[in-house]
């Protein structure tokens, strides 16, 4: 079972190949094929099976990136999709409430995102890439 903070539930399905790292974007895609496949995930708040491979994860399990604002993303994806820290999941059903996430929903998990930002993410490309 592969452990999985919220927000990474909507970087997984919007994911094109980019990351922080090759060991990053490596292990980014073979989590993604695992889960795909069934493997189940765990959902989790706080650092997960995609940021132990990111050169941004700081010793006590924080982010670089602004270790509150990714726990904010966390909470704003768990609000999104009607889920809860420590609920067993697999990608299909994540798949599914992600198709039900709406413009304010996506804003608070990937609002000011650097990704959002250089145009690699938005809900219609999220739409687009789980229909
Ligand atoms: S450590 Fe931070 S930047 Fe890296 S994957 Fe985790 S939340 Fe994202």
């Given at each position: 079972m592969k452990r999985i903070r919220g927000h990474h539930l909507f970087c997984m399905a919007l994911?094109?190949?980019?990351?922080?790292s090759e060991e990053f974007t490596q292990n980014m895609a073979a989590v993604i094929e695992s889960l795909q496949k069934g493997e189940p995930l765990g959902l989790t708040e706080g650092p997960d099976d995609i940021c132990a491979?990111?050169?941004?994860?700081?010793?006590?399990?924080?982010?670089?990136?602004g270790t509150e604002d990714v726990l904010h993303r966390d909470r704003g994806a768990f609000a999104a999709l009607g889920a809860a820290p420590g609920q067993q999941t697999t990608w299909e059903q994540a798949r599914q409430g992600l198709l039900g996430v709406d413009g304010e929903g996506f804003e608070k998990v990937c609002g000011q995102c650097r990704w959002a930002a250089e145009g690699l993410c938005s809900l219609a490309l999220l739409q687009k890439r789980l229909a």
């Open positions: 994911f094109a190949g980019h990351g922080y491979h990111c050169p941004n994860l700081l010793p006590g399990g924080g982010c670089a990136h």
